[in-house]
């Protein structure tokens, strides 16, 4: 039986980060979903301000490259976004925009983002659940570069308080939301990889 491989990647790296533990949350209910689950951070990709002059004297940093290579190694992809300025944070903006440039000998463009499933989800501190932070990821996913985003997203209002002791997400209609993000990103990582 084929075990799709579902890369969990946070946009914040701030110590005791609310979407960091929502990505440990959904790296754990996709292994219990059937995946191979992988999750970083993207401090282990560090990357300079996007400049084309960059690109232009010194090519393509090697940590976009990399980022990217772990992309295509995937399936599916899980991000938590934090909502700043009713957008995504600019650590993920950038780290997307690296990556979308990079393009190796005889790929499509977006090969990245293109040849996979997407899904999204967001917890904030305040009440809003990073509603916008979620809506600007997928017009940057899905407009932007060509990714197939899953309809359900998972937004984690008042994070302080969201989780229990076991973080798991006390609110079972979120609970139920996340696990259902999760086997739909499951059900078409298998149908991608099939394609
Ligand atoms: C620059 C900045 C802008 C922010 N803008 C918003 C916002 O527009 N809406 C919101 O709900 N929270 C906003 N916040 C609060 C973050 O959602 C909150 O700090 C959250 O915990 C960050 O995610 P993290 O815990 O994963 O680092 C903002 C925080 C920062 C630092």
Not at 43 to 53: G, S
Not at 64 to 93: D, N, R
Not at 142 to 158: D, F, Y
């Amino acid at each position: 039986m084929f075990t799709p491989k579902i890369l969990v990647i946070p946009g914040s790296l701030r110590t005791g980060s609310h979407n960091v533990r929502l990505a440990a949350l959904a790296a754990k209910e996709l292994a219990l979903a059937g995946a191979e689950v992988t999750r970083i951070s993207l401090q282990d990709y560090a990357l300079p301000l996007f400049d084309a002059d960059l690109v232009a004297a010194a090519g393509l940093p090697a940590a976009a490259v990399q980022l990217k290579q772990m992309l295509m190694a995937h399936q599916g992809v899980f991000i938590t976004s934090p909502e700043y300025s009713a957008s995504v944070t600019p650590l993920l903006k950038n780290a997307i925009d690296w990556v979308s440039r990079v393009r190796e000998r005889g790929e499509p463009g977006y090969a990245a983002f293109k040849g996979r499933v997407f899904a999204i989800g967001s917890a904030t501190a305040g009440g809003g659940g990073g509603l916008r932070s979620m809506m600007a990821l997928r017009q940057i996913l899905e407009l932007g570069c060509g990714a197939l985003v899953i309809p359900e997203q998972v937004g984690v209002p008042r994070a302080e308080q969201a989780f229990d002791d076991l973080d798991n997400l006390r609110d079972e209609t979120l609970a139920a939301t996340l696990k259902a993000a999760v086997q739909r990103l499951v059900e078409l990582a298998n149908v991608m990889s099939r394609a």
